[in-house]
């Protein structure tokens, strides 16, 4: 099954950490045996409410082919981690070749 993901990271960490935290993500998936088809880090951007005391959020965005149970270890980490803000995961039918808009606008 094809899958797209966003996961929202604490704006309190630094870039670096908040990028760590993805690369986990990513390496968690690829050891289930995922296969991730493309990725996109969105960067610090203001949420539209609080989340855990956060105002603010690291964005990353992923389109993955994998078994969905993987998604039940994520949804563990963010409710224990409080580092870790949102995850949303939801079926695609095909991975967009083209950038997404955020990444566009954020170049520009």
């Known amino acids: 099954m094809l899958y797209e993901n966003v996961f929202i990271f604490s704006g309190q960490l630094s870039k670096k950490s908040a990028e760590d935290k993805f690369k986990e993500c990513l390496d968690e998936i690829k050891k289930t045996g995922g296969e991730v088809l493309k990725e996109e880090?969105?960067?610090?951007?203001?949420?539209?409410?609080?989340?855990?005391?956060?105002?603010?959020?690291?964005?990353?965005?992923?389109?993955?082919?994998?078994?969905?149970?993987?998604f039940e270890s994520f949804n563990i980490k963010v409710k224990q981690d409080l580092s870790f803000l949102r995850l949303m995961t939801i079926k695609i039918k095909e991975v967009e070749k083209e950038p997404s808009p955020l990444v566009e606008s954020k170049e520009s």
Do not use: E, H, T, V
Not at 43 to 67: P, T
């Open 41 to 70: 880090a969105w960067g610090l951007r203001d949420l539209a409410y609080k989340i855990k005391k956060n105002s603010k959020g690291y964005y990353f965005m992923i389109n993955c082919q994998c078994n969905p149970k993987i």
